[in-house]
T-cell receptor, first 110, second 114 residues
């Protein structure tokens, strides 16, 4: 079966750093995506990892360990506008199907 | 068009009626996905198209749900004999054929069954 786990909610302070974890168990692996979704809006792409290691993109970084079935999204210098849900999505082997976790709701406080 | 377009944006229907939800993907995107998102929940996979065929329709909740895609473009998700538990936002996404490309989402159709 396919299983993707993320914490349900997190809180953090403006200016701080937060790490959102994602663990997955899928029948095959062909890449992992992180998306951001503000309330009432469509998800938007943040990052993609297919090889082990860290991918950095401005204030956001994403890490992948395929052997551990583990990824995290690191958000630095948090801003109030970063309050949103963060969705981890895995592409299992075979067809280009995308399976999403339930998402992590992040609340950034002043 | 510039992005993924879904229509209608909102739909209120009576229990037992049929509804059709439409998705216009980005031109040239061969992969198309339908997801369901209940309030405060994650994205539930429904069906995936590659071109006009659906290699994976394992997420369709029941035989009341069906989807088709024509011309490697527009897709329609049909829900027959709607039930209150069908109330949700239905999201469509498209992307190019290669596995390492991002999927672009439409704004969704908010379906309310009363």
């Amino acid at each position: 079966g396919q299983n993707i786990d993320q914490p349900t909610e997190m809180t953090a302070t403006e200016g701080a750093i937060v790490q959102i974890n994602c663990t997955y168990q899928t029948s095959g692996f062909n890449g992992l995506f992180w998306y951001q979704q503000h309330a009432g809006e469509a998800p938007t792409f943040l990052s993609y990892n297919v090889l082990d290691g860290l991918e950095e993109k401005g204030r956001f970084s994403s890490f992948l360990s395929r052997s551990k079935g583990y990824s995290y999204l690191l958000l630095k210098e948090l801003q109030m506008k970063d309050s949103a849900s963060y969705l981890c999505a895995v592409q299992p082997g075979g067809y280009n199907k995308l399976i999403f976790g339930a998402g992590t709701r992040l609340a950034v406080h002043p | 068009g510039a992005g993924v377009s879904q229509s209608p944006s909102n739909k209120v229907t009576e229990k037992g009626k049929d509804v059709e939800l439409r998705c216009d993907p980005i031109s040239g995107h061969t992969a198309l996905y339908w997801y369901r998102q209940r309030l405060g929940q994650g994205l539930e996979f429904l069906i995936y198209f590659q071109g006009n065929s659906a290699p994976d329709k394992s997420g369709l909740p029941s035989d009341r749900f069906s989807a088709e895609r024509t011309g490697e473009s527009v897709s329609t998700l049909t829900i027959q004999r709607t039930q209150q538990e069908d109330s949700a936002v239905y999201l469509c996404a498209s992307r190019q054929a290669t596995a390492n490309t991002e999927a672009f989402f439409g704004q969704g159709t908010r379906l309310t069954v009363v």
